[in-house]
């Protein structure tokens, strides 16, 4: 695979299997895990299966009222999730096209009230609101390229990468080269994403959630440019 084909869109795929969108997405994943890790105290908004631990320990220390923090991004991450559904059966007469770009208007939405409004009253509804919209970015784009991923986190890619590196070197299956290739960018960006979003959080705080607001920005005027006059529809 070359560094080519990572940016430029493919005329025979769906803007939702673009990789150019898909490392866009998944540098966010990143960026927003760091970001609410670093200014709503150690929270995640991605890794639902962080915060799940964090209420089994604070439980088994005994300390019931710090467990709460962590559960009410679980639960707007299932909401998330419910919601996606949601608007993928009320507008099922819409084009995949039309309903995704949907679903990074509302996301895009999101974040710029997470801008404007960081906290009510005394609680920060930062990881809340960015756990609904990584459910949404998660449940919306499944697959790149016509393979799996995920992202919002890196397990399922690192366990596809590991499998294609296996199948690449040992049993010799060219097919897999592309693939494994494609996987080790996709845990880059993701990674690249906390380290950015880490640096972002740490010099202007609150306020680094604009830069994933103009990526999703941009992602959304690519897949439009695509859709209507790229991608080849027959």
């Not at 990789?19 to 908004?45: C, E, H, P, Q």
């Not at 419910?82 to 007469?93: A, D, L, Q, R």
């Not at 995949?96 to 996301?107: E, V």
């Amino acid at each position: 695979m070359q560094i080519k084909n990572l940016i430029i869109l493919n005329k025979n795929l769906p803007s939702n299997e673009q990789i150019l969108v898909a490392l866009l997405l998944t540098f966010v994943g990143g960026f927003f895990d760091a970001y609410t890790f670093i200014n709503s105290k150690g929270i995640f908004a991605n890794a639902q299966t962080g915060n799940l631990i964090f209420i089994g320990l604070e439980i088994a220390k005994g300390d019931f009222l710090t467990s709460f923090n962590y559960v009410p991004p679980v639960l707007f991450f299932i909401m998330g999730v419910i919601f996606n559904e949601y608007i993928v059966t009320k507008y099922s007469n819409l084009s995949i096209a039309r309903y995704l770009n949907l679903s990074l208007i509302i996301q895009t939405i999101l974040l710029v009230i997470v801008y404007l409004v960081p906290n009510i009253i005394v609680f920060d509804i930062r990881p809340l609101i960015i756990s609904f919209v990584c459910a949404m970015q998660y449940d919306s784009f499944r697959t790149v390229n016509k393979i799996p991923f995920a992202s919002i986190f890196c397990t399922g890619n690192l366990r596809s990468a590991s499998e294609h590196l296996f199948r690449y070197f040992y049993k010799k299956e060219l097919a897999s080269r592309n693939k494994l290739i494609l996987y080790f960018v996709i845990i880059l960006f993701f990674f690249s994403g906390v380290i950015v979003g880490g640096i972002f959080s740490n010099i202007f705080g609150h306020r680094a959630i604009l830069l994933t607001i103009l990526i999703l920005l941009f992602n959304l005027f690519i897949s439009t440019i695509h859709d209507k006059y790229i991608f080849n529809k027959n």
